[in-house]
């Protein structure tokens, strides 16, 4: 884990936030190149989960969410862990951390008895800052998709079974933010609520579980690295049947990476009734000839039905940490020295090619290699950088330690022969292309 928290500041991927005020405890900001992969890593997940189905919709709702949202959704009674206070030192503690009945930080023996601490944080809403007046930041991001269930059937003519995605923000007042970016308090999640038939919902989180696996693999999580995870009953979540937990070998230890629950019809059925005891008389709601709000109308048997829910659960900076430990390696050279490489999968590559001028400033070579990269950024493929450094070793060892897959090297030849050196960051082996069959190699290696 050090290494890998000394690269990432480095080199410019992950910093500790509000640093130069001495930092705030669970709060990590993601640098020029953290963004980039970070930014890949949710592409590839709305790819997968938007644009190669035909039966999910995206959404992005707000953050700030009304009180009432998070009290029906259960989560202002039950999203809370058990709080012991040490009255000696001071120090706070989940009760599962303690593995003795003394504070692992000065041994007292002086505890309080666990108490549950609400995780969601409040802020106000409005000029006027009164007990009324305020709003939670979502604790997952799936509540406002449960609460713009009507809109997204009514705009898109939905049947079941279909999902809604979304990817974004979550906040958790963590008692004890620890390891690097896997426990933080603000996070971001990616989520799927797949709604389903009732009675096709344990094959759905079947399937589920297996193409998430699937997906991880594909970021480059090894199946080695990956354990499936049954989650035992007494340590559900207060709205899930069952729940699957997608393991991972982080550095520090095998921990959630993603959770698959079957959350049955929990959440609209709590928002359905709810409205109704409310009285709220919601327009979106005004068509619904069910009894049930959040309903749609089965287009075989003409029922209406309040679906059931698979949700799988990534988080987005678990998702950074374990691709980052998968690709991190140190290899031995021929020459008896060693290299630090990022194996990352290329699509996830914060850079996909560095063009570099042999001759730092050199009109010529830097002129050719602007064009290069102009050319080759107009693909789409992601970003290109010009590296003007005319230190072509040093940018070498560079690129390897941010998993760059291409360096593209513009030397003097290349103004008569019109070809480059590619040089390939996993094999090292550098061969001489024309500039026009640059494209090709490029897209092969994002394939
Ligand atoms: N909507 C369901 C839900 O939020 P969860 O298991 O509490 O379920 C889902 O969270 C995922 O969000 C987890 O698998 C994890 O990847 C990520 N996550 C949860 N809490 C986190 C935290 N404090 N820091 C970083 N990621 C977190």
């Known amino acids: 884990m050090e290494e ?12 500790q936030s509000n640093e130069i005020y ?65 009255k000696n030192c001071k ?32 802020t106000a809403v409005g000029p006027v800052e009164d007990k009324e007046s305020f709003a939670y930041l979502r604790p997952e991001t799936a509540q406002q998709i449960f ?30 933010p620890r390891n690097f970016i896997f426990r933080v308090r603000e996070f971001e999640q990616m989520e799927l609520e797949f709604f389903v038939n009732p009675g096709s919902d344990e094959e759905w989180h079947k399937k589920w579980v297996d193409l998430r696996v699937k997906w991880w693999k594909e970021q480059g999580v090894g199946q080695e690295n990956m354990e499936l995870y049954d989650v035992p009953s007494k340590e559900l979540a207060h709205y899930s049947k069952a729940t699957v937990d997608i393991m991972y070998r982080f550095p520090h230890g095998l921990e959630e990476l993603e959770g698959i629950a079957n959350r049955t019809d929990f959440d609209l059925g709590s928002h359905s009734k709810n409205q109704k005891e409310l009285n709220i008389k919601a327009k979106v709601m005004s068509n619904n000839k069910s009894n049930s709000r959040l309903a749609i109308q089965d287009t075989d048997s003409k029922k209406w039905v309040v679906p059931y829910v ?53 009109q010529g070579l830097v002129g050719l290699a602007s064009k290069i990269k102009k050319d080759l950024q107009k693909l789409g493929l992601g970003r290109i950088l010009l590296e003007n450094s005319g230190n072509i ?12 897959p291409l360096c593209i090297t513009v030397d003097f030849e290349s103004l008569d022969d019109n070809s480059v050196t590619v040089r390939n960051r996993d094999t090292m082996k550098q061969k001489r292309i024309k500039i026009a069959k640059l494209k090709d190699s490029l897209t092969d290696i994002l394939k």
């Open 22 to 86: 001495g930092g705030l405890q669970g709060l990590y900001d993601y640098g020029p190149l953290g963004v980039e992969l970070k930014n890949n890593l949710k592409q590839s997940w709305w790819r997968s989960m938007v644009f190669d189905r035909d039966d999910v919709e995206g959404l992005d709702a707000s953050i700030l969410t009304k009180p009432s949202v998070l009290k029906f959704s259960g989560h202002q009674d039950t999203f809370t862990d058990p709080l012991i206070d040490c």
């Open 147 to 176: 609460t713009n269930f009507k809109n997204v059937i009514d705009s898109t003519s939905k049947n079941l079974p279909f999902g809604i995605a979304q990817i974004g923000k979550a906040f958790r007042n963590e008692i004890t």
């Open 4 to 15: 890998l928290v000394a690269l990432c500041k480095r080199r410019g991927f992950i910093f």
């Open 310 to 362: 698979i949700e799988p659960s990534a988080g987005v900076d678990r998702g950074v940490l374990a691709v980052l430990n998968e690709a991190y390696k140190t290899e031995e050279l021929t020459d008896g020295k060693s290299r630090i490489v990022l194996a990352l999968r290329p699509h996830l590559s914060p850079i996909k090619g560095a063009v570099i001028p042999l001759k730092k400033n050199h």
């Open 393 to 404: 070793g040093k940018s070498y060892r560079r690129h390897d330690e941010i998993g760059t």
């Open 91 to 122: 120090a706070r503690w989940k009760a599962d951390q303690l593995k003795s009945s003394n504070c692992p930080s000065c041994g007292s023996d002086d505890l309080t008895e666990p108490r549950p601490f609400n995780l969601m944080f409040k």
